[in-house]
């Protein structure tokens, strides 16, 4: 099972900035340990978002 978290970047600005997300949508993959395995601005295709899923999960 991988986590998942949604944030609205108009009201939590701080995580937005964080993760420096300056467009909508994006979505950040991260590993265990918090740091960023990929970056999608835009919507990624399945298999892409898959392929980063399982990177950072070690698979």
Known sequence: MV?????DA???VA???EYKIQA???IVVLDS???IVK???G???KKDLRSAIEKA???
């Not at 986590?3 to 944030?7: G, R, S, T, W």
């Open 3 to 7: 986590p998942y978290v949604e944030i």
């Open 10 to 12: 108009g009201k939590d």
């Open 15 to 17: 995580t937005a900035r």
């Open 24 to 26: 909508v949508p994006t």
């Open 33 to 35: 340990s918090g740091a």
């Open 39 to 41: 970056t999608f601005v």
């Open 43 to 45: 919507t990624p295709s």
């Open 57 to 59: 999960a070690g698979l």
